[in-house]
């Protein structure tokens, strides 16, 4: 069953770019409303954990160095079938292969700077909410 909230992050590629603005400004247009959102830098510590499902990928050291490379947004988002929803938003995650008009054919830069993350599953974005948001965060 598809629950209505997701969990996304502006990656640090996008936010360096000037990218919150209009990639926010998509989330809002697309009907998903922002439950919680933080600006904030991850610690290679914090990505690492964050990251820890992938701990045993070739990529997952270069994925710990750039999300603790600069700023990210973390948001939850609301909206009936939100994940599925928001994976479309986003396109696949190489750019190239993404669709016209998602956030990542616009934004991304390549597979590994591909500007969003996006849940992939009601569960992993219940998880990934709560690691960025305590309760009293969520509304």
Same mark, same amino acid.
Not at 33 to 54: C, N, P, Q, R, S
Not at 75 to 99: H, M, Q, S, Y
Not at 101 to 121: C, F, M, P, Q, W
């Given at each position: ?60 050291? #270069? ?71 305590? #309760?009293?965060?969520?509304?």
């Amino acid at each position: 069953m598809a629950t209505n909230r997701t969990f996304t992050m502006i990656k640090p590629d996008a936010v360096a770019d000037g990218n919150i603005g209009a990639i926010l400004k998509m989330i809002e247009e697309a009907g998903f409303k922002i439950i919680a959102m933080k600006y904030t830098k991850l610690t290679a510590d914090l990505a690492g954990k964050f990251y820890e499902v992938h701990k045993e990928r070739p990529f997952y050291g #270069e994925l710990v160095e750039y999300m603790s490379s600069g700023p990210i947004v973390a948001a939850i988002l609301e909206k009936d079938n939100a994940v599925a929803d928001f994976r479309t938003l986003i396109g696949a995650t190489n750019p190239a292969e993404a669709a016209e008009g998602t956030i990542r054919k616009l934004y991304a830069k390549s597979i590994g700077e591909n500007a969003v993350h996006g849940s992939d599953s009601d569960e992993n974005a219940a998880i990934e909410g709560s690691f960025y948001f305590s #309760e009293t965060e969520r509304f």
